[in-house]
């Protein structure tokens, strides 16, 4: 069973959360003098559209022509399917459906924005975007974008994924970008980091840190970011809005369910659907599943942090462990950061949203039974969402309570090969970390 939109129900406009929230958002400090940040400062680093779309109160933003066409040309609408085969094995009487953003022609969630972003930065006279990236979906993503819109795009990827995922590096540079692993010798606080460890995994926070240093010495370059910032997640929201649609077609979802690392996939679903209970419409249910090894849902702390590791960025307050948390090297790269979402923090906080996390072999355990019952390989990071359903799935059965699950499968996993080969070999580590910066210890 599968729903499949046409070209013409390609959303028209990205919902934005913001006028809808429980509380406003805390405003972002300025790093060097912890006030309340000057938009113009902003400038600097992403392009001006990009800016006033963050600040923005609009609780819709039209899509232009142009985005919506190269929305056509990468796969959206994408499909949704149910997942029969995997309730039979569960023996549940839930119903599975999910939202499949693999259909993309890179292969994840992460060209929504990406196209966006692009199409900005080329308005506004843009010459170069550079941008960080973990497992390689956004950086695959950007430098897609970049070719199609005629930017160049360079690429810093956390060094422990261009390791263990090289031919995503291989696709970035077919795109036509530069890829570099971080930290790197390019930068100042890439040297830095490899000062203290010459073997240093990297991460989503050193690798944003270099990207914004790299920026800010070239003028015709401009920062783009797969995460975290309002733009950003509403951009992801062309998902959620042709699932509300998809759904029509076959019933009402009780519980919706998406992986979490800064919170764009999870919002690109839920939010048109956190707007319903918001507004008092629906009583849905929301779940962001995380990793043991990175759990800033479920043990960060709520204040102000930066939002890269060497202290480039505004101050955010949102929950974190700490910008300095050395996030071990799991497969699910694109979840490993040390903060999230505010506008996801504020939902938690209100008990919209609720989290979880799942050690990595038990994730990985959940995408070999979605593997062989479904045939679609999850990537690691969408396979947290995936561990989320069948947890859900099974305490319906327990309970032995119908329920209609939705979840957002946001990439597929065959670049991710490297990560299945050492699970099925027994070769995969479950980190449970301990120290974390944001809590004093």
């Known amino acids: 069973m599968k729903a499949v939109l046409p070209d013409s129900k390609i959303p028209k406009r990205w919902y934005n959360i913001l006028p809808d929230l429980p509380e406003p958002l805390a405003p972002p400090l300025d790093p060097e003098t912890d006030e309340p940040m000057e938009p ?4 600097r680093i992403f392009a001006e559209e990009l800016v006033k779309q963050e600040m923005s109160t609009e609780r819709y ?74 497992a390689g979906q956004w950086g695959t993503a950007l430098s897609l ?3 199609l819109l005629g930017l160049k795009a360079r690429v810093y990827m956390a060094r422990a994924s261009y390791a263990q995922k090289p031919y995503r590096k291989t696709i970035m540079r077919l795109y036509g970008a530069e890829v570099y692993p971080s930290p790197s010798e390019r930068t100042e606080i890439g040297r830095r980091f490899l000062r203290e460890d010459p073997n240093h995994p990297g991460g989503l926070g050193i690798a944003i840190s270099e990207a914004i240093e790299d920026v800010l010495r070239d003028g015709n370059a401009r920062y783009a970011l797969g995460s975290v910032l309002n733009h950003v997640l509403m951009h992801q929201t062309v998902i959620g809005l042709e699932a509300m649609e998809q759904m029509r077609e076959f019933e009402e ?8 690392g800064g919170g764009s996939n999870f919002a690109g679903l839920a939010y048109p659907f956190v707007k319903e209970v918001l507004e008092g419409k629906a009583d ?32 955010m307050k949102m929950h974190t462990l700490g910008h300095t948390y050395y996030v071990p090297p799991i497969h699910a790269g694109g979840l490993r950061y040390h903060g999230l979402a505010p506008t996801l923090s504020v939902l938690i906080n209100h008990g919209v949203v609720t989290p979880v996390a799942y050690h990595q072999n038990d994730v990985f355990r959940a995408a070999e039974l979605f593997t062989r019952t479904e045939g679609i390989i999850p990537a690691p990071e969408s396979a947290h969402a995936v561990k989320g359903a069948i947890g859900q ?15 957002n499968l946001s990439g597929h996993g065959l670049l991710d090969l490297k990560g299945y080969e050492d699970y099925l070999d027994g070769k995969l580590e479950d980190y449970e970390p301990e120290h974390f910066p944001a809590l004093g210890g």
């Open 393 to 407: 799935a099974i305490r319906a059965k327990a309970e032995e309570r119908e329920e209609v699950i939705l979840f």
């Open 40 to 43: 113009e400062k902003l400038l």
């Open 284 to 315: 849905y249910k929301f779940i962001a599943v995380e990793p043991r090894a990175a759990p800033t849902m479920t043990r960060g702390v709520y204040r102000y942090d930066f939002g890269d590791s060497g202290g480039y960025t505004p101050k």
């Open 61 to 134: 933003i039209e899509i232009p022509r142009k985005v919506r066409e190269l929305y056509a040309k990468i796969g959206r609408p994408t499909p949704l399917f149910r997942a029969t085969n995997l309730e039979k094995a569960l023996g549940t009487p839930a119903r599975i459906y999910f939202k499949y953003e693999g259909a993309t022609v890179t292969g994840s969630h992460k060209i929504n924005t990406a196209l966006a972003q692009a199409y900005y930065a080329k308005e506004q006279g843009i010459e170069k975007l550079i941008t960080e990236t973990g």
């Open 145 to 147: 974008a970049g070719a």
């Open 253 to 260: 979802p009780d519980v919706i369910i998406g992986c979490v």
